[in-house]
């Protein structure tokens, strides 16, 4: 009596049995390498596949499966044994997973597909593979209730008619007497495409595409829609899917499409868990602060991206595509050639806020009469003002990208937005209201894409248009800028101590970590770690390193509360805390090379640097250049009050105090 007549007969009669407690089962089998002369090629990616497979499935918090059994490079005789064995040992209230990465052969009709294995022979498969129908009929006497296949090789997506390959979208009727009740059959490709691998520029793994998506779905809890905590197959394979057909195209520039077929399932197969910490606070009771006090605070979290890279150290508000230099002449960066510029001093008549540069012009935000001005670097001659409509809370670098201006406002009766000027002639592009929040973070970019957050989400927005591709809760009322990897990635700090890792194209979570040490700062990638500083209430920060891919801590420091974005220059972190003090810290010993005080409260971020100074700003009137090495004071430059955000061009650094906007020597600061 086959499993459907046994459970049917015991429903009817109301018996109900007895049997040990449900278990999730897998069998995950790879076969990388082949014999000689076999007419297959060896591949890279299934044992990899199968080693990272089993790590999401066998974790307690995430597949929890109970038993997970692994085949590598098996025989055919090994391969048909195993396949038989699991499928037949499993119990009626049981859920099996089988897996298979590898070669197969797909003809066109159902009883000529077949699985390699190790010593299969291309030519001879009928006697060397391992069948489609033996496994369907595997299939068919397997008691378990649930039955999940999952195929990662060439064309497997004829596997649902019977043809076993490396990929799947649904193609045709299936036949239900091919497959017993609830099964699952999960293909990398439709029955024409290849299915692909590729070595992981995190990992320097080779993995394919397919798999990788399944395993970063669990992993992360991307796969989880609904956020409900589960993973089920359906949520799996709609993530997978869209995650193999956007990685195909950018690595490949080809086309793969996974398919999902389903024969006589009822409901939904769970495959993982993905605990949902306790829900925060509504982000709605944030109310943004308005006090004078809040100005320095705000204007610090709101500072400008920093990217380091082969050693030189780049501006995201400088340069378009994530901090690679590129576009106008002059745009300021640390490797741009001296040009003996004069420096100048100018009576703007209005408090200049923070400044950056573009070509041979300086942009920056007027905090008294709410506008934004573009100014001559050689002459400090102002090109044009744009008035905000009294938008006040404004505390931001602008953004300078392809000949636009990016400035996050705020009006508190329409509530946060993103402005975008024409950098020429200082006339709007397009405003585009995102939230009743205050939007205070600068802007940035990276990926093609402008990215920007207020107290309680992060936006995505179309530079050309400010259309929004996507928004992502992040809550707390925090302001630190999300920043992009331009590499599909966009990490941004959460109000409750968390930090995200968001896919650029949808915004969903690649992961989500908590720190201990306050609320996050803007984060800094360089030397393949993310750095990100916090500050808490009380005074104290931390300083973390992050290994992107995983987001695991790789180490942290203790220290004030650490008020604008790390600076990392060779084998330092330069930090500045809410006192004004500045610190070098080893990333190798995790301990201060030195420690200096800077001046007052240090309102000033550290965004201007050069080879082998730091130009620091605070609210003692100084603007200070600083030894990368030693930490000893070289200059400093008195302004009128506060020191504005200074910004770096040619060899001059430019900063706003008070009413004068001042252009000095960044060698003798003259």
């Given at each position: 009596m086959d499993r459907r007549a046994l459970d049917s007969g015991r429903r009817r009669r109301g018996i109900i049995a007895v049997h040990r407690r449900p278990t999730k089962r897998a069998l995950l089998i790879g076969v990388a390498d082949y014999e000689n002369d076999s007419g297959f090629s060896p591949l890279k990616a299934p044992l990899n596949d199968v080693h990272l497979l089993r790590e999401v499935l066998e974790d307690p918090e995430l597949g929890a499966f109970h038993s997970v059994s692994v085949l590598m490079n098996p025989s055919q005789r090994e391969l048909s044994f195993e396949i038989a064995n699991f499928l037949e040992s499993a119990e009626l209230d049981d859920t099996v997973l089988l897996y298979f990465s590898g070669h197969g052969k797909f003809p066109q009709r159902a009883d000529q597909a077949y699985l390699a294995a190790r010593d299969t022979w291309q030519k001879l498969m009928n006697g060397t593979g391992v069948s489609a129908s033996f496994v369907r009929h595997q299939l068919e006497q397997c008691l378990a209730r649930a039955r999940v296949v999952i195929l990662d090789c060439c064309s497997s997506g004829k596997f649902a008619r019977g043809m076993l390959s490396k990929s799947g979208t649904v193609e045709h009727d299936v036949s239900r007497e091919h497959f017993g009740e609830g099964t699952w059959v999960l293909s990398a490709g439709t029955g024409v495409e290849e299915a692909y691998e590729y070595r992981d520029s995190e990992t320097g793994l080779h993995v394919s595409h397919f798999t990788k998506g399944i395993i970063e779905g669990i992993r992360t809890g991307q796969a989880d829609r609904d956020q409900d905590g589960r993973v089920s197959v359906k949520d799996l394979y709609d993530f997978a899917r869209a995650w193999t057909r956007k990685e195909v195209r950018k690595t490949k520039k080809k086309k793969q499409m996974p398919t999902l077929t389903q024969v006589e399932t009822v409901g939904d197969v769970i495959i993982s868990n993905f605990p949902r910490p306790a829900r925060s606070p509504n982000p709605h009771s944030f109310t943004p602060a308005k006090k004078k006090n809040s100005v320095a605070r705000r204007a610090i979290l709101a500072c400008s991206a920093i990217v380091a890279t082969?050693?030189?150290?780049?501006?995201?508000?400088?340069?378009?595509?994530?901090?690679?230099?590129?576009?106008?002449?002059?745009?300021?960066?640390?490797?741009?050639?001296?040009?003996?510029?004069?420096?100048?001093?100018?009576?703007?008549?209005?408090?200049?806020?923070?400044?950056?540069?573009?070509?041979?012009?300086?942009?920056?935000?007027?905090?008294?009469?709410?506008?934004?001005?573009?100014?001559?670097?050689?002459?400090?001659?102002?090109?044009?003002?744009?008035?905000?409509?009294?938008?006040?809370?404004?505390?931001?670098?602008?953004?300078?990208?392809?000949?636009?201006?990016?400035?996050?406002?705020?009006?508190?009766?329409?509530?946060?937005?993103?402005?975008a000027i024409n950098a020429k002639s200082g006339s709007k592009r397009w405003f585009r209201e995102l939230g009743k929040y205050d939007v205070s973070a600068t802007a940035t970019f990276s990926d093609d894409k402008v990215f920007v957050s207020d107290a309680a989400d992060a936006y995505a927005l179309n530079p050309a248009t400010g259309e929004v591709a996507w928004k992502r809760p992040i809550g707390g009322g925090n302001n630190a800028s999300p920043v992009g990897d331009n590499g599909g990635s966009v990490y941004v700090g959460g109000g409750y101590g968390d930090i995200y890792r968001l896919d650029v194209e949808d915004g969903s979570v690649v992961w989500k970590k908590k720190v201990d040490g306050g609320t996050p700062g803007q984060a800094v990638i360089a030397n393949g770690e993310i750095y990100i500083g916090t500050e808490t209430p009380q005074g104290s920060g931390k300083l973390y390193a992050f290994e992107p891919f995983e987001g695991e801590i790789k180490w942290s420091y203790a220290t004030g509360a650490i008020i604008s974005p790390p600076v990392v220059m060779g084998d330092l972190v330069y930090l500045q805390t809410e006192t004004g003090r500045l610190e070098a810290v080893n990333r190798e010993t995790h301990r201060p090379k030195w420690v200096r005080q800077v001046g007052g409260g240090g309102i000033g971020p550290l965004l201007a640097f050069s080879e082998d100074s730091l130009y620091v700003g605070g609210d003692d009137g100084f603007l200070r250049s600083i030894d990368f090495q030693s930490g000893t004071e070289k200059w400093s430059h008195a302004g009128n009050e506060s020191v504005g955000i200074p910004t770096l061009w040619r060899d001059q650094v430019i900063f706003g105090s008070e009413g004068t906007l001042y252009s000095v020597d960044a060698k003798t600061g003259k």
């Open positions: 082969s050693g030189s150290v780049f501006f995201l508000a400088d340069f378009p595509s994530g901090g690679q230099p590129g576009g106008d002449e002059g745009n300021g960066s640390p490797s741009a050639s001296p040009r003996n510029e004069k420096s100048w001093v100018q009576n703007t008549g209005t408090s200049v806020g923070a400044c950056a540069t573009r070509g041979n012009e300086v942009y920056c935000i007027d905090l008294s009469s709410d506008k934004v001005y573009a100014f001559g670097a050689k002459t400090g001659k102002e090109l044009w003002g744009y008035d905000l409509h009294r938008r006040a809370a404004i505390y931001a670098v602008p953004l300078i990208v392809n000949g636009t201006v990016y400035i996050p406002v705020y009006d508190s009766d329409t509530g946060g937005g993103l402005l």
